[in-house]
């Protein structure tokens, strides 16, 4: 069998050449490389093919500040999904590589900078492109070329452009790759096993295996040549918080956990305009010329304008409605998306009865914009956050099944954060003044910075930074062949290791990164 359920397995002892830990876009773009390679490789996933909110029940601490919209322990509970293909499970599709400058150091943002450059990973971004089915590798301004000629006059000149690409319907890595599980002669995958904990070689810079338990609580351990730690950005560092007692290297290690960040959602202002054309273009288009792909332009300041004000990266995009405002509407489409209850229905049904002046307003919205000549907008933008020690996920005192500590997260927002918000609504409301483009007056968010910065946000689940990668241990956690500091044969895969993240969905920079994290254990497993 290639794919085994946990629970009937009779060994207690496993070994392959590389044991990959997670089975969501990071794990399942490494193990291409590996198909039916002279390699053994085994996956270990602690969920099954369904959604089961037992088993997601495993890594539910609290989240401090922010992390609680749109209901409690959202970040926690919600926003992480134990199945096979991970998270994508509920991923929309938002595609793109992050900008060159986002890989760049910047001095006015503390902590910034990789250890690689745009360069390093730009052929791993073709290939990604591909394995999401998308058309042409164009995410800056010449993608307007494939615009309608009317839609083209509407875009803002003095403002910088970057684009999402969207296949219809998106890549569901669940599908695709349980396929290839079952044809590929050297994988097994191991599903209802949950990892807790690695254990070393005594004397050596080397781990032994990994400690898992079915659901029955048996024990079962996985040696290997290569472990690929690949579970997202709040598991990968709770696993080797939990290991630390059995893993000299990782207790010395004081930045596991740290440099949490997100891409957090803030509506940045309401807007009224007569140019239809200008809402067209930053709306979804299907570009014909471009294999009926999808696009999505979004706005951000110019980066001579950034570096003068020092402040963040930030995206702004349009949307006739504003239902991420809305708590029950993105709990209802999460629950669509996984074919199960996030929270309970009562609760549910109580969030949605509190929340129906917002949804009928917002309904209000959509309705005028087919009627009325004035097409009324909001503004949502996306923030690249400052990497700051003190954003973290670390252990609570409370304990899962199997005797692990659960992972709790300590994150809001900096002062550069709030900084760039505001210079951000500043810089727009005086572009659109000036061109007369549209009236816009800020948010609540944005009218009460000064006087609230503990508002909740929505935070998509865009976990990035706890085993950032640096240039020691004294920085970061893994160097830039994604190799932990101090240990010869663990690599952590996906967002965890962004030592910044830009604007851009993740997806495709994880992808992108586990392609080039495949070549290199490929190379030493051949010397």
Known sequence: KMIINANNVEKISIDSDICIIGTGPA????????????????????????????????????????????????????????MIGGTSNVWAGWS????????????????????????????????????????????????????????????????????????DPPLNFKKKYKNKFKKSKNINLYYNCTATKFTKEIEKKILKNI?????????????AKFFVLACGGIENASLLLNSKTNVSELEKNQNIGNYFFEH??????????????FLETYKKQKLKNLGNIQSLAGFSVKEITRKKNQILNCVTVLSDHNLLDVESAIIIRHNLALGGQIIKANKLINIFLKNLPKLLKNLNLILNNFVFKSKTFHLICRLEQQPVYENKVYLSKAKNKYDNYLPNISWELSDLDYKTLRDNYNIIKKIFDDNKIAEIEPSNFIKLLDKNKKKDVFAVGHHMGTTRMSENSYTGVVNKDLKVHNLDNLYIAGSSVFPTGGFINPTMTIIALSLKLSNHINKMLKI
């Not at 006015?108 to 058309?135: R, T, V």
């Not at 400690?211 to 996985?222: C, D, P, Q």
């Not at 957090?264 to 054309?277: F, M, V």
Request: proline share 3%; with cysteine.
């Open 27 to 82: 794990a399942c773009s490494f193990i291409e490389k590996f198909l039916d390679s002279e390699f053994s490789i085994t996956i270990i996933e602690s969920g099954n093919f369904s959604f089961d909110k037992n088993v997601n029940t495993l890594n539910e601490g609290q989240s401090k500040v922010f992390g609680n919209f749109p209901h409690e322990n959202y970040m926690l509970k919600s926003a992480r999904v134990r």
């Open 96 to 167: 793109g590589p992050l900008l060159d400058e986002d890989f760049k150091k910047k001095d006015w943002i503390p902590n910034s900078g990789w250890q690689i450059n745009y360069e390093d990973l730009k052929n791993y971004y073709f290939e990604a492109q591909k394995i999401l089915g998308l058309s042409e590798f164009i995410y800056d301004e010449k993608l307007f070329n494939y615009y309608p000629e009317e839609l083209k006059l509407s875009k803002l000149d003095k403002l910088d452009h970057s684009f999402w690409q969207f296949s």
């Open 211 to 223: 400690e898992t338990f079915n659901e029955k609580k048996e024990k079962i351990l996985f040696n």
């Open 264 to 277: 957090p959602h803030i509506t940045l202002a309401k807007g009224k305009t007569n140019d239809r054309n």
